[in-house]
């Protein structure tokens, strides 16, 4: 027999009911979204037009960026357009759709942060072999993985959800359509849907975690057998993809790897992995890359040149 569905929308409570405050985060969050495309996209033009960021770095790191972009696009314009219009109601479809896209983008990210640790870690515990290991259709080969890792997990997660009666209330304390606000609107019993929800997102994120912390590990004891110059340049890599892992595996490990439970600190967590993180990524990649910054320099001046001409 079909489980009973008589939800065809829901309504989203969101960050805040206060006009006020939804002025105020309008802008706010309008700015972040600004930064995160533009941050993201430039990095994407500068990798693909610079004949110096060949590398299977920039490659993976061009495509973080893309994720980035899309994973932001696909929850920051609704909630910006729910702060200016005050309007918070979502299609039962449009609400599945976001949540496929959501951990589509999200899970294949994962993925693609435990492939830049295996880079990194060839890259430098094993110099000499590294364009012979890392070789394209390598790289092509492992996006790939990650794309498929992405796409399975996003299929079992939205699958868990699909088939559940929801016979009302329809309104969701989020400010988008994730997987244990909506558990909570299901009329059945939800515990074997909420195990499958753990250990299809909170037991993956917590490995792939644990295996990033021991490849960084790995690589940084592997440092001293590097001169003062190569160590420095090491340090500045690894100290930046390990920031970017520890900012978007922390919060995802809370979300998820725990009973399918909802608490007050859970807005405030997702708006940090889902809006924050994507915006910071540029910032955290680019600063302390003298390379990645040089590329941008002279794709400004060629653009300023070409411009005047």
């Not at 899970?107 to 590294?130: N, Q, T």
């Not at 929801?166 to 515990?191: A, R, S």
Request: aromatic share 14%.
């Amino acid at each position: 027999m079909e489980p009973r569905n008589n939800v065809t929308y829901f309504v989203l409570l969101g960050l805040t009911q206060d006009p006020k405050e939804q002025k105020v985060l309008f802008i706010m969050f309008l700015l972040f979204y600004i930064l995160t495309v533009v941050g993201n996209l430039l990095i994407v033009v500068t990798v693909t037009v610079s004949k110096t960021l060949g590398s299977p770095m920039y490659f993976f790191l061009a495509n973080l960026s893309f994720m980035d972009v899309i994973y932001s696009s696909c929850i920051s314009p609704r909630l910006i357009s729910e702060f200016f219009f005050q309007k918070s109601t979502i299609s039962f479809q449009s609400c599945m759709t976001q949540l496929f896209i959501d951990h589509l983008f999200g899970g294949s990210e994962v993925f693609l942060l435990l492939v830049m640790a295996y880079d990194r870690y060839v890259a430098i515990c094993k110099p000499l072999h590294y364009l012979v290991i890392m070789r394209q259709w390598v790289c092509v080969v492992l996006l790939v993985v990650s794309w498929v890792g992405g796409f399975l997990h996003s299929v079992i997660q939205v699958s868990t959800i699909y088939g559940l009666p929801f016979c009302g209330p329809n309104v969701i304390d989020h400010f988008f359509c994730d997987m244990y606000p909506l558990l909570k609107l299901v009329c059945t019993e939800t515990y074997v849907a909420g195990l499958l929800v753990a250990a299809n997102g909170g037991v993956i994120c917590s490995i792939v975690f644990v295996l990033l912390l021991i490849s960084y590990g790995v690589i940084l004891h592997s440092l001293k057998n590097l001169s003062p110059e190569g160590r420095r340049k090491a340090l500045q890599t690894c100290g930046s993809h390990i920031t970017v892992v520890v900012f978007f595996f922390v919060p995802c490990i809370f979300m998820y790897a725990r009973p399918a439970k909802t608490f007050p600190i859970d807005k405030s967590l997702t708006v940090f992995y889902t809006v924050i993180t994507p915006m910071l990524n540029p910032l955290i990649y680019t600063l302390r890359n003298s390379e990645m910054i040089n590329a941008m320099k002279k794709l400004w001046r060629r653009n300023v040149i070409s411009s005047s001409q």
